[in-house]
């Protein structure tokens, strides 16, 4: 206590200028933006031999350093990005320290109607620095960023990518649990904190953030844990108020390959939480992380509500038809095709399960439905499906199970093992698209233990066999469909209607394509009229042996590559999409009253600080769950009435281009891809709630009610 007594009067009475021992200067990743862009900041500080300045939370003494921004219009500067500290122990005090050189990160969102010409970045950096005296230091830093038409690095870019790559990651992947270990002493209470590593740890800590109502003690007990597991014992002080439901801070851990450092948020149940034996096993833990025989559970469930979702709803189709063709066939034979329906299933996830585990291993993000963010594969899929369609209405076929046919063409109608073993892959692919319930905790569990293979492959072969389960057992029970009417002509009829939900899927996957090709996504829909005409002749002239038929399949050929080379090459520009990461569309306000902005960092920590109830949506052009379910309740009329009520801001992350930075946002609510909505409090310290997929106005209107209180 003297010795921050002594820190507070010298800080009163020593001049700033006399702090000469820590040097600041502002740098900019960039020399040159372009509006909308965004830019790394960093305040570099570069401290003498010996002396050191302090972390965000300094600890049992010093001062935190500071960065004040001085902005000019149509900037806005994101949190600051805080590398992990050192930790100082004396025979009394423990503090949390820099030395050497430090780097304190920033992103500066750039307004998109930023006229061109320079623009002055400037912030007062402010710090106690300490050796066997301290003294404080601040300093007036500024940068100069040239507005114009192109974005080109800085010589400083590769220090502060240097910085970033230091920057602690996100704990979701660690499988955070923790838990208070007894009932309080007076006001002191041992706190358990218990996570996930691939690799034995030689030294671990937790390194707390700053609190007014309660304090972390710096003193760390190493406590035994089953192989594969770190754990840690920690004192928690109180000053005032109720025991903290949740803590922050940064977890660091030493292995025989590097030093590794991530944020982390342990949500705490409330106060003598334990269960009523005597082992003191707790009955909550730091995020909702259920054992895996769970997260198995979810997957299966998941996956079984997925044939339900109307991104599978033309595949359902095609089964419904293949049952009717089955009913009264050999009962083997109906098992045989259930299961390499289910073959088909399984392959198909296994394929994703591994690209996820390539990407991840390559050092890119990776998220559901991925595929639909790739403007090659919508291409690809949109005329697949349309042929399918085609084929459904029997536009290049004689009728239905007859003659060998080109299995490309073929596939998709005909209820062989072919054709099961196609539909399972079908039913995947378009899946893929969709979020059911009990989904998301799985799918994100999978991908934040990405570098566990094995979990990642388990968990995506257990929703395979959610999807397949339901057709295996209709397989198997051939009973079952003994009420399904015979077959005869009118199944032709049937699986010409049939066609129509699969042309609905294309229409769909069409519209997902044109979002990377702008207006010139027309030219995708001529490719498509002239490849509908080359089934046609196909069709009609060849499949059904009418004269010439060598005169057809000339024609059918010169169809396909003057529509390829024409329309695909030429006027689509299918080499040549829309970059959606530097594309920066404009969110317009709603029809129906709802006034979303663009979600960001930055936007979310103005919204916060303003102490304004927030509500994020993220979502995708190509995600169906978020456009049939969470939009609908989000812009229903008592949510929009709860939002002006509240005066609370709505912001929008787009994911339709998979960006990294809503990626890794979405990893930090165990999610690997969309939809996410997330209600945050007025309280800017308080955490965000996390709404169900299975969304209703109701659900909306009574979180934003909790998060204006």
Sequence with gaps: MLKVLFIICLNAAVPAAQAAHTQARLVLAAQNARPGDTVLAGIVLQMDPDWHIYWKNPGDSGIATKVEWELPPGVAAGPVQWPAPQKLVDSVLTTYIYKNQAVLLALLTLSSNLPAGPITIRATVSWLECKSLCIPGKEEVQGVLNIGEQTTPSAAAALLEQWQNQMPKSGDILGLRAWWEAPAKGDERTLLIEWNSTEPASDADFFPDSSDSFGVQPATQRVPAPPGEISLSKVVKKSSGPWPDVI????????????????????????????????????????????????????????????????????????????????????????????????????????????????????????????????????????????????????????????????????????????????????????????????????????????????????????????????????????????????????????????????????????????HYGERSWWLAIFLVMVALAAWVYGEFVQRHRARPVIAIAAVLVLLVTAYFFALENHLGLLAPIDLARAQPGIEANARGVAWQTWSPAALARARAEGRPVLVDFTAQWCLTCNTIIKPALESAAVRQKIRQLNAVALLGDYTGVPDDITDELKRYGRAGVPLVLVYPKDPNAPPSVLPEALTPGMVVAALDRAGQ
């Excluded at 559970?297 to 998941?302: D, E, Q, V």
Aim: charged fraction near 10%; glycine fraction near 12%.
């Design 248 to 515: 922050t801070g940064v977890l660091v851990q030493t292995t025989a390959k590097s030093k590794l450092a991530y944020d982390v948020q342990a949500r705490l149940g409330p106060p003598n939480a334990l269960a009523a034996g005597s082992s003191g096993t707790p009955e909550f833990s730091a995020v909702p992380l259920p054992p895996l025989w769970e997260k198995l559970i979810y997957a299966f469930i998941g996956g079984l509500i997925l044939n339900v979702m109307p991104c599978v709803l033309p595949v359902i189709a095609l089964k419904i038809l293949g049952f009717v063709g089955q009913a009264k066939a050999n009962p083997g034979y109906a098992r045989k095709l259930g299961f390499i329906y289910a073959l088909g299933v399984l392959v198909s996830f296994l394929i994703l399960s591994v690209l996820v585990i390539a990407l991840q291993a390559a050092g890119h993000k990776a998220g559901w439905g991925i595929q639909f963010a790739n403007p090659y594969f919508l291409v690809f899929m949109t005329t697949l499906v349309t042929l399918i369609a085609l084929n459904l209405f029997g536009v290049f076929e004689v009728h239905l199970g007859g003659g060998t046919l080109d299995a490309a063409s073929r596939l998709s109608g005909k209820h062989g093992p072919a054709g099961a073993f196609f539909n399972g892959l079908l039913a995947t692919v378009l899946a893929t698209s969709c979020t059911a319930p009990f989904l998301g905790a799985a799918v994100g569990f999978a991908f934040a233990r990405g570098q566990e293979a094995a979990l990642t492959v388990l968990v995506f072969l257990t929703i395979g066999l959610g999807l397949a389960f339901p057709y295996v057992l209709l397989s198997c029970q051939p009973a079952w469909l003994r009420g399904l009417p015979k077959p005869g002509p009118w199944m032709e009829r049937f699986k010409i209607a049939m066609g129509f939900p699969m042309l609905a899927a294309a229409v769909w996957l069409y519209s997902l394509a044109s979002v």
